[in-house]
Antibody, heavy 121, light 110 residues
Framework: EVQLVESGGGLVQPGGSLRLSCAASGFTFSSYSMNWVRQAPGKGLEWLSYISSSSKTLYYADSVKGRFTISRDNAKNSLYLQMTSLRAEDTAVYYC??????????????WGQGTLVTVSS | QSVLTQPPSASGTPGQRVTISCSGSTSNIGSNSVNWYQQLPGTAPKLLIYTFNQRPSGVPDRFSGSTSGTSASLAIDGLQSDDEADYYCATWDDSLNGYVFGTGTKVTVL
């Protein structure tokens, strides 16, 4: 079964840092690009970042560019999101999702169950 | 603020057809394939329609997608109570160099 499991969420103070992880199983992780998407409480979905299978190509949403860093370890079947300079507006459920299709014709399937990040003092 | 605009809500009675619109621009819907995601209450989003009108295995053919110019639509035929969820359109945006989601539409079965 193809599965993605996020971890690393929690409560962090404004200005703090947090590293999210996404463990993949049931497919050849090294062959797929991956994404991070978040959803603030009661709000819609916001795409954050994309990483190609080889890590050569990275994309970021303007809202997190310069603060968040996406990375992966294909040997560990894991995706990461390093978040720094966190703000209250970063409070959200963070999802990882497998990327299918091409770069501009891509879709996300499956998604993980999400991990909650709360930025508050 | 999303670049893809959807109506905040849509509703219908069981068995009816419900249509959800998604309005974009030449840099997103006008250039790239549109996907739709369903998010049931309290769960993670799930892929519903990809590349305009393809359905993943397990998604009933009651769900269909279409595109015209810079707008896309999702139709749900034979509405069922299980269809109560939030629905999001999405595609790549060439100007933003990123993936964009619609504002989301909450479907209610009356």
């Amino acid at each position: 079964e193809v599965q993605l499991v996020e971890s690393g969420g929690g409560l962090v103070q404004p200005g703090g840092s947090l590293r999210l992880s996404c463990a993949a199983s049931g497919f050849t992780f090294s062959s797929y690009s991956m994404n991070w998407v978040r959803q603030a409480p009661g709000k819609g979905l916001e795409w954050l970042s994309y990483i190609s299978s080889s890590s050569k190509t990275l994309y970021y949403a303007d809202s997190v560019k310069g603060r968040f860093t996406i990375s992966r370890d294909n040997a560990k079947n894991s995706l990461y999101l390093q978040m720094t300079s966190l703000r209250a507006e970063d409070t959200a459920v963070y999802y990882c999702a497998r990327d299918l299709g091409g770069v501009v014709t891509n879709w996300f399937d499956p998604w993980g169950q999400g991990t909650l990040v709360t930025v508050s003092s | 603020q999303s670049v893809l605009t959807q109506p905040p809500s849509a509703s219908g009675t069981p068995g009816q057809r419900v249509t959800i619109s998604c309005s974009g621009s030449t840099s997103n819907i006008g250039s790239n394939s549109v996907n739709w995601y369903q998010q049931l209450p309290g769960t993670a989003p799930k892929l519903l329609i990809y590349t305009f009108n393809q359905r993943p295995s397990g998604v009933p053919d009651r769900f269909s997608g279409s595109t015209s110019g810079t707008s896309a639509s999702l139709a749900i035929d034979g509405l069922q109570s299980d269809d109560e969820a939030d629905y999001y359109c999405a595609t790549w945006d060439d100007s933003l160099n990123g993936y964009v989601f619609g504002t989301g539409t909450k479907v209610t079965v009356l």
